[in-house]
Nanobody, 121 residues
Framework: QLQASGGGLVQAGDSLRLSCAASGRTFSSYAVGWFRQAPGKEREFVAGISWSGGSTGYGDSVKGRFTISRDNAKNTVYLQMNSLKPEDTAVYYC????????????????WGQGTQVTVSS
């Protein structure tokens, strides 16, 4: 089970840190991806991290601004979002799959409930 949190209303240029907390003793074997979905748009890959944290990847629109990390001792994955833009406004979801992350959302087995991020201009 995944629980995403940390969303909110911020101004352009601000930062937010999202958290994805997982239950279960095998979390350290799972890769985690962050996706987002804005109204009327398809779900978009934001960032992913492998089970060990040794491999990460980002969507083109967030490269250089967002950083994904994980703390397996706390069963938590983080998404640090800096220099936020109005176009980052969306519901952000975390998802998990075995070992290595994918940029394709159908390849994830477990999903959190989503947290709203709103960036005002």
């Amino acid at each position: 089970q995944l629980q995403a949190s940390g969303g909110g209303l911020v101004q352009a240029g601000d930062s937010l840190r999202l958290s994805c907390a997982a239950s279960g003793r095998t979390f350290s074997s799972y890769a985690v991806g962050w996706f987002r979905q804005a109204p009327g748009k398809e779900r978009e890959f934001v960032a992913g991290i492998s089970w060990s944290g040794g491999s990460t990847g980002y969507g083109d629109s967030v490269k250089g601004r967002f950083t994904i990390s994980r703390d397996n001792a706390k069963n938590t994955v983080y998404l640090q979002m800096n220099s936020l833009k109005p176009e980052d406004t969306a519901v952000y979801y975390c998802a998990a799959r075995w070992t290595y992350f994918s940029t394709r959302n159908p390849e994830y087995d477990h999903w959190g409930q989503g947290t709203q991020v709103t960036v005002s201009s």
